[in-house]
């Protein structure tokens, strides 16, 4: 691991990048596969799954008027 922040003052950036690229780079063949796993769940949740399930109400309306009166419309009306 680069030991540089102990010689003076460093970009924090450029430390944390350095922290995960040696983290990464020294992590066994089993650890990066699972990483690997776990970010292909997270593209298929957030980047597949929220075109189907998690569609905008407001697409359909034109004009900002006629979102605020849809937002306010749907805050007030109980529904039963």
């Given at each position: 691991m680069n030991l540089d922040f102990l010689?003076?003052?460093?970009?924090p950036f450029k430390f944390l990048m350095n922290?995960?690229?040696d983290g990464f780079r020294?992590?066994?063949?089993?650890?990066k596969r699972l990483w690997l796993i776990a970010l292909i769940k997270l593209f298929i949740m957030f980047g597949i799954l929220k075109i189907f399930f998690f569609q905008d109400p407001?697409?359909?309306y034109d004009?900002?008027?006629e979102k605020i009166e849809h937002i306010s419309n749907?805050?007030?009306?109980?529904s039963k």
């Open positions: 010689t003076g003052p460093v970009n922290l995960y690229t020294n992590m066994s063949t089993m650890s407001l697409a359909d004009t900002e008027n749907e805050l007030t009306n109980i």
